[in-house]
């Protein structure tokens, strides 16, 4: 299978992880979205023209981070990245919800965003979020508890791209989560390429 991703997208890294974590090969293809020929390359496979994108070896076409994920559980082996009871998969779905849409984007528009407006709802949007997910990590592990899981693959890459835009030092918790999964060997390995890659552009 390949796995079409771009090592900045926080999207890629979320899926980078759960591979990572399940030790499923695939063949990499990067490809930056933002460049147009790469673009249009992208959209032949996809008319969403996004990355992550899994395409199986019959053609089969896995769009979406959560998605691709998803069929990894279906389909490889390795450790579950959402529990088969299915009340804890419920949970650990919303968590990813919550990571994606509260977290990981306030996170691009504290980082990207020209509108000092936007960035200020960002940043509050930001604190209820982080303050809501140190309590909820006061006495677990990973966002799930022991296990790490799916939220956790959502959750992490949103920090390790953009935390310098709004720090976390003064959530105690999620500042331990966060230096936890820095020891991580899967978080590790999307690490070491992200700073290859981002080394590799500014040259």
Known sequence: MK?????LSTYSQKVLLAFH???????AVVLYPGDPQQRAELQKLTP???????????????PESTTIIEYLDTHAG?????????????????HDRLADLYVNEPYRTVAREPDPARVAAARERLDTML???????????WVMGDSF??????????????????PITRF??????????????????????????????AS
């Not at 796995?3 to 090592?7: A, G, K, N, R, T």
């Not at 303050?131 to 592990?141: C, S």
């Not at 230096?179 to 590799?200: D, G, H, I, Y």
Request: hydrophobic share 45%; glycine share 6%.
């Open 21 to 27: 974590e399940k030790d499923v090969p695939f063949t």
């Open 78 to 94: 390795g450790p579950r990245m959402i529990p088969a009871d299915l009340d804890l998969a419920r949970q650990t779905r919303f």
């Open 172 to 201: 105690e918790h999620v500042s331990a989560y966060f230096a936890r999964a820095m020891e991580r060997p899967s978080v590790m390995r999307v690490r070491r390429e992200v700073e290859a890659f981002a080394a590799k552009a």
């Open 3 to 7: 796995l079409y991703y771009y090592p």
């Open 48 to 62: 969403l023209g996004k990355v992550p994108l899994l395409v199986l070896d019959n053609g089969w076409k896995v």
């Open 131 to 141: 303050g809501g997910l140190d309590n909820h990590l006061a006495n677990r592990t």
């Open 149 to 166: 899981t799916l939220a956790d693959c959502a959750m992490i890459p949103p920090l390790l791209q953009y935390g310098s835009a709004h």
